[in-house]
């Protein structure tokens, strides 16, 4: 009996509740692993595909997307699409969607994390009661920064960027914010006030990024704007690594410019700058922004709802034009 369902290739293993209806619903390339493909591997996968779900780490260029003709729809398991030459899909002609809404609380929360931890050095005081060198409580031990009652700086206000000033609501925070729009007239909250980026930097006690990569804002954390932020600050990064100057950071960190980091994307990705890891004042995370159960098999669902839409004639919810 012939196999009438449409081929799907899969780039990367998804979890087990997304699986469970790809494998009844598609025909599969192959049976994916937990583990990058190789780019020939990404391209001849592709090649084969009615449909593909592909992840930010697989980089797809023009030429893979004028190979693969029987591609209908590109699904990327992610918010951000810099890792796909959109022009050159649209182009094509080929559909590429992405997955916003279901992992805005989880990547605030892991924002927070982030901050809370590198603010009160969580990292350290673990290592320090793992190694068995601890001795007990001390007036003078890893003293860490508050965070109640300071002033927060977002860059970015999109649905992450407001989930995260949500939550500073609850330490009696001060919100501060930049986009590169600045609002004639705001829907958000009174209380968080529009700031030019130089203000803003200048202004925060901590400063954290939440705006797609482009090639307007690669690298729009450098040398320069590192100098404006208080030596007393710190700056945290759940977006994407490129956004940030990593050699410039290593520097503004060795030399007291600012206080602190917590990172968890990174410039050269899964690379990280040797210097980083070896600063006591830098809490550094593999890229876990929406590394919960329930976002990830949600980001699945909704790969799959886009596909479904596509190849039954209908739009896509979530269509990147």
């Known amino acids: 009996m012939t196999d009438t369902r449409p081929?799907?290739?899969?780039?990367?293993?998804?979890?087990?509740?997304?699986?469970?209806?790809?494998?009844?619903?598609?025909?599969?390339?192959?049976?994916?692993?937990?583990?990058?493909?190789?780019?020939?591997?990404?391209?001849?996968?592709?090649?084969?595909?009615?449909?593909a779900i592909v992840t930010l780490g697989d980089r797809i260029d023009a030429e893979t997307i004028h190979a693969?003709?029987?591609?209908?729809?590109?699904?990327?398991?992610?918010?951000?699409?810099?890792?796909?030459?959109?022009?050159a899909a649209q182009q094509r002609g080929l559909i590429v969607t992405n997955t916003p809404d279901v992992l805005t609380n989880a990547t605030a929360d892991l924002t927070w994390a982030l901050l809370l931890a590198t603010a009160r050095r969580v990292v350290e005081g673990d290592a320090l009661v793992r190694s068995g060198r601890w001795t007990g409580w001390s007036p003078t031990q890893l003293l860490g920064a508050d965070v109640s009652g300071k002033t927060l700086g977002i860059i970015g206000m999109g649905r992450i960027g407001q989930a995260v000033a949500q939550r500073a609501v609850g330490f009696h925070m001060v919100v501060r914010y930049h986009t590169s729009h600045p609002p004639a007239t705001s829907t958000l909250p009174c209380e968080w006030e529009f700031r030019s980026l130089r203000d803003l930097l200048g202004e925060a006690d901590i400063v954290t990024i939440h705006v797609p990569l482009s090639p307007a804002t690669h690298h729009l954390i450098g040398a320069r704007e590192l100098a404006l932020m208080r030596p007393t600050a710190f700056l945290i990064n759940t977006a994407r690594g490129p956004i940030v100057d990593e050699g410039a950071l290593v520097d503004a960190l060795k030399t007291g410019i600012i206080a602190g980091a917590g990172l968890d994307v990174y410039e050269q990705e899964p690379v990280v700058h040797p210097a980083l890891a070896q600063l006591k004042q830098v809490v550094l995370l593999p890229h876990l922004g929406s590394a919960t159960v329930h976002a990830r098999v949600q980001m699945g669902l909704v790969c799959l709802e886009n596909i479904q839409a596509v190849l039954d004639g209908r739009p896509a919810p979530n269509h990147i034009h």
């Open 68 to 87: 693969a003709t029987r591609l209908k729809i590109l699904a990327n398991y992610a918010v951000g699409y810099n890792n796909i030459d959109l022009a």
């Open 7 to 51: 081929t799907l290739y899969l780039s990367r293993l998804l979890p087990d509740p997304v699986m469970a209806i790809v494998r009844e619903r598609f025909q599969l390339v192959h049976e994916p692993v937990d583990a990058l493909p190789a780019p020939s591997a990404l391209r001849e996968g592709l090649c084969q595909a009615n449909a």
